[in-house]
C-alpha cells in the first residue's frame, strides 16, 4: 500500500473550495466537492451563448459576474443523483429567480462553441432562453455540456489526454491566500479571491509558490500543475464593471518578463496554477476534496523560470 506523507511534510491546506456551474457567471462556496477528471463535479457545466451559438464571457458580458447561482446542498455528497425536484437556481438584479431542473434536458443544440472548441450541447429549454436574453439585452439560451456525445481536450502540449467541459483552458486552479495577499500588499484598494475564480484556494504557504508545483497531493489525491495560469481580473464580481486593476500592477509584477525572462515572451500576466487530476476514478469513493485538507507537494520545479506557461 502507497505510503502517505505525513502531516509534518504538509505545505498548505485547503481554506475554500469554489464551484462555478454556469461559465462566466458567480461561483459557489462549497465545504466539499467530488472531484471528476474534467473538474470539480458541476463546475462549468453550463454556457450562456448567443444566437449564433457562440460563447458569452465576462470580457463579453460583464453583467454574467451578477448572477447568483445556487445548487442544492446536497449536489455535493458523493454519489447524490437529482431528482425531479432538484433544481440550478438563478438570480440576478431585477430578475425573478429561475428554477433550471437538474434532470438533463433532451433537446440538443448544435453548433456551440466556447474559444477553440465547437460542437453540440444540451439546451436547457424556452424559460432559460428567456430568462438570460431579458437579462442581457439580447438573444440567448443556456445549455449544458453533452457529456454523452461530446468530448473537450485541454492544450495537448501540456497535459495530453486531459479533458474539460466549459472551462476555460484546464479543469481546476489552485492559488494562495499568500499570492492574494503579496498582491493585495502593493495594490492602492485590495481586492477579493473572486477576480481570479480559482477552484482550490490554499493557506500556509510562501507567496507564489505554487509557481512552482508540478506534482501535488491533497489528502489522498493527487494533481499534476501543468502550467501557470494567465490572469485577466479586470471585472469586479461585485458591481460587474471593469478597470485597471490589479492588471497594471500584475503586469509590473506577474509578467512573463518578470517571471520567465529567458523564454520566449508571450505578453501574459501570471496568477496561479493550472491542475489537471492524476490517476484514474472508475468505480472508486473517496474521490472528495474537503477544507481543510492537507497540501503536499510531490515534485516540483526550482524556479518559475522553469515553470510551464
Known amino acids: 500500500m502507497e505510503q502517505l506523507p505525513s502531516e509534518s511534510d504538509a505545505v498548505a491546506k485547503v481554506s475554500s473550495i469554489f464551484i ?3 461559465k462566466s457567471c458567480r461561483g459557489i462556496s462549497v465545504s466539499q466537492a467530488s472531484v471528476t477528471p474534467t473538474g470539480f463535479r458541476w463546475d462549468r457545466q453550463w454556457l450562456v451563448v448567443n444566437y449564433k451559438g457562440r460563447a458569452y464571457t465576462q470580457r463579453v458580458e460583464p453583467k454574467l459576474s451578477l448572477v447568483q447561482v445556487e445548487l442544492p446542498d446536497e449536489a455535493f455528497i458523493e454519489g447524490w443523483e437529482p431528482s425531479k425536484s432538484s433544481y440550478l437556481v438563478l438570480k440576478a438584479p431585477g430578475m425573478d429567480a429561475l428554477k433550471v431542473s437538474l434532470i438533463a434536458p433532451r433537446e440538443v443544440s448544435n453548433g456551440i462553441s466556447v474559444w477553440e472548441w465547437s460542437g453540440s450541447a444540451l439546451d436547457e429549454g424556452a424559460d432559460a432562453s ?8 439580447k438573444p440567448s439560451r443556456l445549455v449544458r455540456f453533452n457529456t454523452a456525445s461530446e ?3 485541454v492544450e495537448p502540449e501540456y497535459a495530453r489526454g486531459h479533458k474539460i467541459m466549459f472551462s476555460d ?7 494562495s491566500q499568500g499570492s492574494m495577499d503579496a498582491l493585495n500588499n502593493v495594490l492602492k484598494e485590495p481586492i477579493p479571491v473572486n477576480r481570479f475564480r480559482p477552484n482550490i484556494f490554499v493557506e500556509g504557504c510562501e507567496p ?4 512552482l508545483w508540478t506534482e501535488i497531493r491533497i489528502d489522498k489525491l493527487t494533481f499534476l500543475g501543468v502550467k501557470l495560469c494567465s490572469a485577466v481580473p479586470t471585472i469586479n464580481q461585485e458591481t460587474g464593471i471593469a478597470g485597471a486593476e490589479p492588471n497594471e500592477t500584475l503586469r509590473k509584477i506577474r509578467s512573463d518578463s518578470v517571471l520567465r525572462p529567458t523564454q520566449k515572451q508571450r505578453g501574459k500576466v501570471y496568477f496561479g496554477q493550472n491542475l489537471v487530476f492524476k490517476g484514474s476514478l472508475t468505480g472508486k469513493k473517496g474521490n472528495v476534496l474537503k477544507v481543510g485538507d492537507l497540501v503536499y ?3 516540483k520545479v526550482s524556479s518559475t523560470d522553469e515553470a510551464a506557461a
Open 20 to 22: 462555478y456551474p454556469i
Open 130 to 137: 428567456k430568462w438570460f436574453s431579458d437579462y442581457l439585452g
Open 151 to 153: 468530448t473537450r481536450p
Open 169 to 175: 483552458m484546464y479543469p481546476y486552479m489552485l492559488l
Open 208 to 211: 507564489f509558490s505554487e509557481d
Open 297 to 299: 507537494v510531490l515534485k
